[in-house]
Nanobody, 115 residues
Framework: QVQLVESGGGLVQPGGSLRLSCAASGGITEIISRGWYRQAPGKQRELVARITSIGSTYYVDDVAGRFTISRDNDKNTVYLQMNSLKPEDTAVYYC?????????WGQGTQVTVSS
């Protein structure tokens, strides 16, 4: 069973930056997309950014221009570079991989933006 492991979360001041990483423990075939989601306390999990198998990217309006999703296929890793962070970005961030036969979620990493 392939697992996704997120890292890079933490506490940062408003205006700061963090880079999240999501590494897969093994190979995943027929990937459709890789994505980052977040869930703030009392709110539903929401899509933040997604990158497809051909490299097309999508960002929710709240983060467009501040966040960048990228991938390293050789390392089986997807990244989320987060700049100009705001307190409202505080949440648990989850990565996922959608493949033809399976969808896999990571365990989440906490991002807290506070002064």
């Amino acid at each position: 069973q392939v697992q996704l492991v997120e890292s890079g979360g933490g506490l940062v001041q408003p205006g700061g930056s963090l880079r999240l990483s999501c590494a897969a423990s093994g190979g995943i075939t027929e990937i459709i997309s890789r994505g980052w989601y977040r869930q703030a306390p009392g709110k539903q999990r929401e899509l933040v950014a997604r990158i497809t198998s051909i490299g097309s990217t999508y960002y929710v309006d709240d983060v467009a221009g501040r966040f960048t999703i990228s991938r390293d296929n050789d390392k089986n890793t997807v990244y989320l570079q987060m700049n100009s962070l705001k307190p409202e970005d505080t949440a648990v961030y989850y990565c996922n991989v959608v493949a033809i036969s399976v969808t896999i979620w990571g365990q989440g990493t906490q991002v807290t933006v506070s002064s």
